[in-house]
């Protein structure tokens, strides 16, 4: 696809996504946060769906060799980094999705995290350049480095490559865990509701 | 029309934005939202640096600012559909934090996020709806870390606010 086409393609279903998103009032960080201290689970259950039916979609593509999976190294920078994020979208009250809908709904809030999320970023820019770390996706060999604290590359493909078995079928085991976590969520409001009445 | 008068369950929502993003990993990526910001950042940096901006490495190794980087545009998109439904359901409106704390507690946020998702190379949507679905071992790594930032966060939040 050209550039032009995939801009076109990425903007169609971010307008999409972002109206879905401000109609249903979404929120990953309240999916997280109202978990923890509310044991509420109404975007902690959306999340969950969202995610079993992508783990069936892209492992049932992945078997077959088709989608654009995500090629980059990883290792511990991605627990630092999201440690990180997880505490900053906490006092943001917002994540990276609903600092975009939430300044749509004109939120000078969200607006002013938007703002000091890319002032972050360039702030990170410089670090990386003083340390180069973590490795830079060009220098990535898809190995693990532990003195560089990288774990290499894995993913559905790479097990169906190394095991021989199709990747839909670990992608069904994910799905069982993903269901697992959500028929106990909705055993606990079943259970929370009882009490209530 | 219904859309707009009344909350839509999440559920379906996000039901309708996995096949979605189902398509979208066909043709070109699955959803992301922090390549697309940093891609932003190096793009104002530019605006207001110019060639300076060449002298620190990061701009020059790992991000080239280029205005035709998909990701800029699924968040472009977001803000795009989001006024609309903002101005559609009459929701548009300006809200301006009152406390002092929350534009601290905004302003340090912002920031961790903006550290945080370069330096892990991810997002939270690319964790929950990129890396975990394709059993990537990042998104395990990614999750455990925001499911204990999080908690932290929460921890936090429930001190400012009891405060």
């Not at chain 1, 917002?94 to 703002?115: P, Q, R």
């Not at chain 2, 379906?12 to 950042?41: K, P, Q, Y």
Request: glycine share 12%.
């Amino acid at each position: 696809m050209s550039p032009i086409g995939q801009c076109l393609a990425a903007f169609v279903f971010g307008s999409v996504a972002g109206l879905l998103v401000q109609r249903s009032r979404f929120c990953n960080t309240a999916a997280l946060r109202d978990a923890m201290l509310f044991k509420t689970y109404r975007n902690t259950k959306a999340l969950l769906v969202c995610m079993m039916i992508l783990t069936i979609g892209f492992t049932a593509f992945i078997t077959v060799g088709e989608g654009h999976t995500m090629h980059f190294d990883v290792g511990v920078n991605q627990m630092l980094g999201l440690f990180l994020f997880g505490i900053g979208m906490v006092l943001a009250g917002a994540c990276t999705v609903s600092t975009w809908v939430k300044a749509g709904e004109g939120n000078v809030g969200a607006i002013w995290a938007l703002l000091f999320t890319f002032i972050g970023m360039f702030l990170f820019s410089l670090i990386w350049s003083y340390s180069y770390w973590p490795p830079a996706p060009g220098s990535m060999d898809h190995l693990p480095h532990l003195e560089a604290l990288q774990f290499g590359y894995a993913n559905a493909a790479t097990l169906q490559a190394k095991t021989g078995i199709p990747a839909i079928f670990f992608g069904l085991f994910q799905f069982l865990v993903l269901f697992g976590i959500y028929r106990a969520i909705l055993r606990k409001e079943a259970r929370m509701a009882e009490a209530n009445t | 029309m219904e859309l707009f008068k009344k909350t839509l369950d999440p559920v379906i929502a996000l039901s309708i934005i996995a096949l979605l993003d189902i398509f979208m990993f066909l043709v070109v990526g699955a959803w992301t939202v922090g390549g697309g910001e940093t891609m932003m950042t190096g793009l104002i940096a530019k605006f207001f640096m110019g060639d300076q901006l060449q002298h620190i490495p990061f701009w020059d190794i790992v991000f080239k600012p280029d205005a035709t980087y998909w990701k800029i545009y699924i968040s472009l998109g977001m803000l795009f559909g989001s006024i609309v439904g903002a101005f559609l359901s009459k929701e548009f409106y300006w809200r301006i934090p009152r406390h002092l704390s929350e534009w601290v507690m905004i302003t340090v946020g912002g920031l961790l996020m903006g550290i945080g998702i370069r330096l892990a190379f991810v997002c939270n949507v690319s964790t929950f709806f990129g890396l975990t679905p394709e059993m990537n071992l990042g998104g395990y790594l990614s999750i455990s870390g925001i499911i204990a930032g999080a908690w932290v966060g929460s921890l936090i939040y429930k001190k400012v606010l009891g405060g």
